[in-house]
């Protein structure tokens, strides 16, 4: 099946700081989401890009589909951002999710 | 608000009683997902439902059932759980296959003693 590998794993950051995490897959794939799990351990939906670039307030998202990755930014990171970010993406199965990075931001 | 709800949200059982998770939706969507996120995990996809029709992951323990009665409910039955069945347990529902968004609910942590 599909392998997604995210990285870094773990980002520890300066409240106020900028990052940026990555998300590769192995095959070509109709569907790539960007969620962010919350410390309650609700998902949350941050993006749905399967190819191309979008922008929600501090964070944006960039999909390039033909070389198979996808990088999610966080801009001037709040403590709020803390969590763990997951990617997953659809081909011919269902959602398979990366194993995420986990992001600290300190105050 | 809630668009996926799942009940409850905490859940404690026995080591060998039977347990029922239930995941409700408002969207109208046509698939609807359980996964299994241990500690420090990705989730983990046990089946999901296109409509009625029913798509099991090959390495979903037979100890794991669903039911789909309707478009607005699904039920995740373990049978005889066991101590490493102690998980979050996470629906979702998204509008077709292969394609949109995918809404999760805040999940059920399930404790097994």
């Known amino acids: 099946g599909i392998q997604v590998e995210q990285s870094p794993p773990d980002l520890i950051l300066q409240e106020g700081a900028n990052s940026t995490l990555r998300c590769n897959f192995s095959d070509s794939v109709n569907n790539l989401q960007w969620f962010h799990q919350n410390p309650w351990g609700q998902l949350i939906n941050l993006f749905y890009?399967?190819?191309g670039t979008k922008q929600n307030g501090r964070l944006s998202a960039t999909t390039v589909a033909t070389e198979r990755y996808s990088l999610l930014y966080i801009s001037s990171s709040q403590t709020t951002d803390s969590g763990v970010y997951f990617c997953a993406v659809e081909g011919n199965t269902p959602l398979v999710f990366g194993k995420g990075t986990r992001l600290s931001v300190i105050a | 608000d809630a668009m996926v709800i799942q009940n409850p949200r905490y859940q404690v059982t026995q080591f060998g009683k039977p347990v029922t998770l239930s995941c409700s939706q408002t969207?109208?969507?046509?698939?609807m997902y359980w996964y299994q996120q241990k500690s420090s995990q990705a989730p983990k996809l046990l089946f999901h439902y296109y409509d009625k029709d029913f798509n099991n992951e090959a390495d979903t323990p037979d100890n794991f059932q669903s039911r789909r009665p309707n478009t607005s409910f699904c039920f995740l039955d373990i049978r005889s759980p066991g101590l490493g069945d102690a998980a979050m347990y996470l629906c979702?529902?998204?509008?077709?296959?292969?394609?949109?968004?995918?809404?999760f609910g805040q999940g059920t942590r399930l404790t097994v003693v």
């Open positions: 890009i399967p190819s």
């Open positions: 979702a529902t998204s509008r077709d296959r292969g394609t949109g968004r995918a809404f």
């Open positions: 969207l109208n969507h046509n698939v």
